[in-house]
């Protein structure tokens, strides 16, 4: 699949691609879907650098896919679909909230930067936060 989850998601940020190879899951997110990535850009990585570099180390993989199933949801959710105050349930299990005002679209405290990227296995939404279970 030329243009699945992963290899759009290498190309907008090359740091969730890293964790994503790191953590195992790139055939799970290339598989057929349909995904709703909330996909941290690398600016929020970097806000959490230490982390991120401790969640990379090859003993810590269990906890850095529980991390990066969070940001993902089942099924394809374009903006259009979100509401206020709906609940999602991500992958990893957790829940996460949606809430929009005034046009902008949260995720959690992540504000959506870039919305409705599509991809040939579901649909990706560009966050500036990386969001923690």
Do not use: C, R, W
């Not at 991120?52 to 903006?79: M, Q, R």
């Not at 679909?81 to 909230?97: A, N, R, S």
């Amino acid at each position: 699949m030329a243009n699945d989850i992963v290899t759009i998601a290498s190309t907008e940020s090359k740091t969730l691609a890293a964790a994503v190879t790191a953590a195992g899951l790139v055939e799970t997110l290339q598989s057929d879907g349909p995904f709703t990535v909330f996909a941290p850009n690398d600016a929020a990585f970097a806000d959490i650098q230490s982390s991120v570099d401790t969640l990379l180390k090859p003993e810590n993989k269990a906890d850095l896919a529980n991390v990066l199933t969070y940001h993902v949801v089942s099924g394809k959710a374009n903006a259009a679909d979100l509401t206020d105050g709906q609940e999602l349930t991500t992958v990893q299990g957790g829940k996460l909230q949606v809430s929009i005002k005034d046009g902008v679209v949260k995720i959690g405290n992540a504000t959506v930067t870039a919305a409705d990227i599509e991809a040939s296995n579901g649909v990706i939404h560009v966050i500036d936060t990386v969001l923690l279970p």
